[in-house]
């Protein structure tokens, strides 16, 4: 019986968290939430601000010059005269920055600009993604947050699941 309880419970509150995450809401307003859609939706809106050098200094808190980083990772190699020194981790973390920022830009480490922004096709990805999903939030809602069908929603839960991770492993 407390198993039940807790397997119960557990998987309720696993599967409206899931609903509430792909929750197609705004942000602001009345009926705000903050789920994944919603915070997307709001970097859409404001794609046109969040240019890379923002990215880089303002979000991620990295150095945006690399050029700069590097002569003095060189320079401190140069220094040591073959003695062992530590890489440095503002370098490091500015190259993954960058990186990052040439996937959601579409633009080769080649053609890099300041004012380079995430390609909109970034988002149409992630609502695509997202679309996917909504499956488990019909279902929640149908059958989760209804308490006249939550039992039967309970024991599907993990055929539900099963069926969702056939369709797209964890893998790819």
Not at 48 to 69: C, N, S
Request: hydrophobic share 40%; with cysteine.
């Amino acid at each position: 019986m407390l198993f039940n309880l807790i397997s119960e419970g557990y998987w309720s509150s696993l599967l409206l968290g899931t609903r509430r995450l792909l929750d197609k809401a705004p942000l602001n307003g009345p009926k705000g939430v903050y789920s994944i859609r919603s915070v997307v939706k709001d970097v859409e809106t404001s794609r046109e601000w969040l240019t890379r050098r923002i990215y880089v200094e303002k979000v991620l808190d990295a150095h945006y010059d690399l050029d700069r980083l590097r002569r003095e990772q060189h320079e401190k190699l140069t220094a040591a005269k073959g003695g062992v020194i530590w890489g440095d981790p503002e370098l490091m973390k500015s190259e993954a920055a960058h990186r990052h920022f040439d996937t959601l830009s579409g633009v080769s480490h080649l053609a890099r600009s300041p004012d380079d922004l995430v390609d909109p096709a970034i988002f149409t990805r992630i609502e695509a993604r997202l679309a996917a999903l909504d499956a488990i939030a019909v279902h929640v809602s149908t059958h989760v947050a209804m308490p006249a069908t939550r039992r039967a929603a309970l024991t599907s839960c993990s055929t539900i699941l099963t069926y969702a991770m056939r369709k797209r492993p964890l893998s790819s």
